[in-house]
């Protein structure tokens, strides 16, 4: 009985074990330029051990990296629910906009960051904006698909009894379709912020800019495994802590 009380720590804990062993063995066998957890441990020390370091614009610490790649993510992430949720319920609600832009969105949403960001460098010419175009407009698409899901799933019981209590239409969306559709929606915004994350790494290291993405290609065009495996754990690691936030968010308000 305390061992199932425990799966959430040692199960986790038992696959890590298992990772690091198949990685150990990998670099001593078929992978000899792969560095052992050990090595990669030893050579990253410095970005570990001074996380928030600055000694020049591509020799910062770790945590200072992300840092940066969070504030370009926060900023488009934030983009890109203003944008998303209002259109998720114009497409729920509304048959007609659904049938104009549904095609539209099919057709723009599987367009990579790769093919959005050299536009968005060509519409705003600096790289930060372009950076934030591109996170928003590759993040949003959950959103807006899990939010026009959540409102058509509304049960036509509860549209009923708004009608009947004769409330307005701010009334009828405060109090009863964003609650209804809350589920769905969060849904989406942990999508929308999972690939808000992984399109700003994509865009460093595309440009070059500073951040996990950035110092990741600089690593590797300088020959580095070992800090190329500790921007992989990174970015890993706080796409993990982003997606717990967020659950955490969506239960408190459920509860509320």
Sequence with gaps: MRLNKLDWLWMPLLVMVGVVLVWSLSSATWAPRLPTPTKTLQDSRLYILEPFAKRGEQDQGILRFTWYSLVLV?????????????LGFLLGMSKLFSKGFDPLIQILRPVSPLAWLPLGLILFGRLESAALFTIAICSMWPTVLNTAMGVRAIPQDYLNVGRVLRLSRWDMLGKIMIPAALPYMFTGYRLSLGLAWLVIVAAEMLTGAPGVGGFLWQEYNSDIPAHIILCILTIGLVGFVLDRLMSVVENRLRAA
């Design 74 to 86: 926060a900023k488009g992430y934030v983009i890109a629910i203003l944008v998303g949720t209002p």
